[in-house]
């Protein structure tokens, strides 16, 4: 059906590429955050986690098992141990075993891009977001940051500092082009404490009695639940608009989840699909 404005006189919802066009694209690779800004995608969503020699790296799960050709936990490994896996061919091979595959046929295999296929820093990620020839916004999750007690948040903020991406003292005008999201309000305040106009996302997994009236931890201006939350509390969206935040929605793939999300207006989803779910908005 047609896409309609729910929201009349609000801005369009935005749509956030969840770690990159990662339908499309092994996820958290230059491709898919590539594939995103082709999509039109007004933001890229990545999640960092430190390697053992403190380097920011977008890698979803604590170990590399599942994305990648090599075993352990990204806090064990060096940033060189990373650079040496494949961080693709796994999407190739789940595609393939999906598919009824022609054993004549040639693999179509990429492997041979390091685009597709090698681990991505989270410093080469934002020269991506500077080089673009529009503005695209970032939206970084940071992973078990309790563990690191604060490291994970410094260095972020030290990153992001280096690419402009701090308020400058000088106060001359600037717009975030950065948000950071967490399920811990720890490491959103750990943020707020180094640069407190980098906006922060409160992500909730379950609306637990302390959330449900739409209120997020001091500080934080972002609510950012889970779409299953608004399946269950569709109420949830207007309560947090009423107590001054947006909504962020993660991960709205499933054509009646982005209807949903559409009906009840909340502010961006963040989807695997960004091109599909611009088309279904009627943004692109
Ligand atoms: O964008 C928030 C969402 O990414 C949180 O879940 O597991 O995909 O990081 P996860
Ligand atoms: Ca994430």
Redesign the pocket.
């Known amino acids: 059906r047609p896409a309609q404005d729910v929201r009349p006189g609000r801005p369009a919802i935005s749509v ?1 590429a ?2 990159g066009a990662s339908e499309d694209a092994p996820e958290h690779t230059l491709a898919a955050y590539r594939k995103a800004i082709e999509a039109g995608a007004d933001a890229l ?1 990545c ?1 960092v986690r430190l390697t053992a020699d403190g380097h920011l790296v977008c890698v ?1 799960d604590r170990r590399v098992n599942r994305t990648s050709n090599g075993r352990g936990a990204v806090s064990a490994l060096e940033l060189a141990d990373l650079a040496a896996l494949d961080f693709g061919s796994w999407k190739d091979d789940l595609e393939a075993a999906g598919r009824a595959v022609d054993p004549t046929e040639e693999p179509d295999r990429q492997t041979d891009d390091p685009e597709r296929t090698s681990v991505l820093t989270l410093e080469r990620l934002l020269e991506l977001v500077a080089d673009a020839d529009r503005r695209v916004e970032l ?1 970084i ?1 940071t ?1 078990h940051p309790t563990r690191w007690a604060g490291q994970v948040e410094e260095r972020l903020v030290e990153l992001l500092a280096r690419f402009g991406h701090t308020k400058p003292a000088t106060g001359a005008d600037w717009t975030p082009q950065v948000r950071v ?1 967490s ?1 811990s309000a720890r490491s959103l305040h750990r943020v707020r404490a180094a640069a407190p106009d980098i906006p922060g996302v409160y ?1 909730m997994q379950f609306l637990t009695p302390r959330h449900r009236d739409g209120r997020l931890p001091p500080g934080v201006g972002i609510a ?1 639940p ?1 779409v299953r939350i608004l399946r269950a509390h569709p109420e949830y969206v207007a309560k947090a608009h009423r107590a001054g935040h947006q909504v ?1 929605v ?2 709205v793939n499933d054509p009646s989840d982005v209807e949903l999300c559409q009906e009840l207006g909340v502010d961006a989803v ?1 989807t695997n699909r960004p091109k599909e779910v611009r088309s279904q908005l009627g943004l692109g």
């Open positions: 956030i969840h770690r969503e999640d979803h939206a999750e992973k999201m399920f992500l950012g889970g962020h993660w991960t963040i």
